[in-house]
């Protein structure tokens, strides 16, 4: 079967309502056999086993999805561009809360409750990016994750470390968020802001800011062109791949 034809069953099948038969199907697209709907009822992922999730469990539909999004990464089909970005873009847009249009996503982002993540329009996300959404996570139009960018959302007590304070992190519209930064619980970053590799943002970024270093502090404005943000290039691919 071609990758196009692949690709057209797994939208059928997300159409369909992904409930444990039609997972089953789509795992077989992907190459991986031997699951069947019986077994993937019964499968636990990881943020079955979290607090939040005893309060608000999964659905049989966004269990398949989380297990659909991470099973792609087990594939060849997972380092296909025109298969996976599209086969990840169709997930997001049933399993998250909000999914703009033009969303991009490379391989090996993990999430514990995408029903908890908002995304706007022509939102890119590199390699390795980990979002904990459990305290809600909201990334502006024009967002780009550069690679291993981590967002928390999330502390714990010391003393019981089943207690948990949840706090939601918006980044703002334009926002850059460089290699291996960590955005924790609580931080809004502002329109057109940048976050430079390796930083540690603790508190809010006000619009068009870069900051950088641990904890992150400010560095300089932004340069912004004439015209306004808007008129800066924020396409993650070239001769903006999937974003048109």
Same mark, same amino acid.
């Given at each position: 079967?071609?990758?196009?034809?692949?690709?057209?069953?797994?939208?059928?099948?997300?159409?369909?309502?992904?409930?444990?038969?039609?997972?089953?199907?789509?795992?077989?697209?992907?190459?991986?056999?031997?699951?069947?709907?019986?077994?993937?009822?019964?499968?636990?992922?990881?943020?079955?086993?979290?607090?939040?999730?005893?309060?608000?469990?999964?659905?049989?539909?966004?269990?398949?999805?989380?297990?659909?999004?991470?099973?792609?990464?087990?594939?060849?089909?997972?380092?296909?561009?025109?298969?996976?970005?599209?086969?990840?873009?169709?997930?997001?847009?049933?399993?998250?809360?909000?999914?703009?249009?033009?969303?991009?996503?490379?391989?090996?982002?993990?999430?514990?409750?995408?029903?908890?993540?908002?995304?706007?329009?022509?939102?890119?996300?590199?390699?390795?990016?980990?979002?904990?959404?459990?305290?809600? =996570?909201? &990334? %502006?139009? /024009? +967002? $780009?994750?550069?690679? @291993?960018?981590? *967002?928390?959302?999330?502390?714990?007590?010391?003393?019981?470390?089943?207690?948990?304070?949840?706090?939601? =992190?918006? &980044? %703002?519209? /334009? +926002? $850059?968020?460089?290699? @291996?930064?960590? *955005?924790?619980?609580?931080?809004?970053?502002?329109?057109?802001?940048?976050?430079?590799?390796?930083?540690? =943002?603790?508190?809010?970024?006000?619009?068009?800011?870069?900051?950088?270093?641990?904890?992150?502090?400010?560095?300089?404005?932004?340069?912004?062109?004439?015209?306004?943000?808007?008129?800066?290039?924020?396409?993650?691919?070239?001769?903006?791949?999937?974003?048109?």
């Amino acid at each position: 079967m071609k990758i196009s034809e692949k690709l057209d069953e797994f939208l059928k099948l997300c159409d369909d309502g992904m409930n444990c038969d039609n997972a089953a199907k789509a795992m077989r697209l992907l190459g991986i056999d031997g699951y069947d709907a019986e077994d993937l009822a019964s499968f636990k992922l990881w943020s079955d086993y979290l607090p939040l999730t005893e309060e608000h469990p999964f659905t049989e539909e966004q269990r398949n999805y989380h297990i659909l999004w991470e099973a792609v990464d087990m594939t060849l089909l997972g380092m296909n561009c025109d298969f996976s970005i599209p086969y990840r873009r169709a997930i997001a847009e049933k399993l998250f809360k909000r999914c703009g249009k033009g969303f991009i996503c490379y391989d090996r982002c993990r999430f514990n409750l995408g029903q908890n993540i908002e995304i706007g329009d022509y939102v890119s996300i590199n390699s390795g990016a980990y979002i904990d959404s459990k305290g809600g =996570v909201e &990334i %502006g139009d /024009y +967002t $780009m994750f550069a690679e @291993n960018v981590n *967002i928390f959302t999330h502390s714990h007590g010391e003393e019981n470390h089943m207690e948990r304070t949840y706090k939601k =992190v918006v &980044i %703002g519209p /334009y +926002t $850059m968020l460089y290699v @291996n930064c960590l *955005i924790l619980p609580g931080v809004t970053t502002g329109k057109g802001s940048i976050v430079a590799a390796r930083s540690v =943002v603790s508190h809010d970024v006000p619009e068009y800011t870069m900051v950088a270093g641990t904890p992150a502090k400010e560095v300089r404005k932004r340069l912004i062109p004439e015209g306004g943000i808007e008129n800066t290039n924020h396409y993650m691919l070239r001769n903006r791949a999937f974003q048109e």
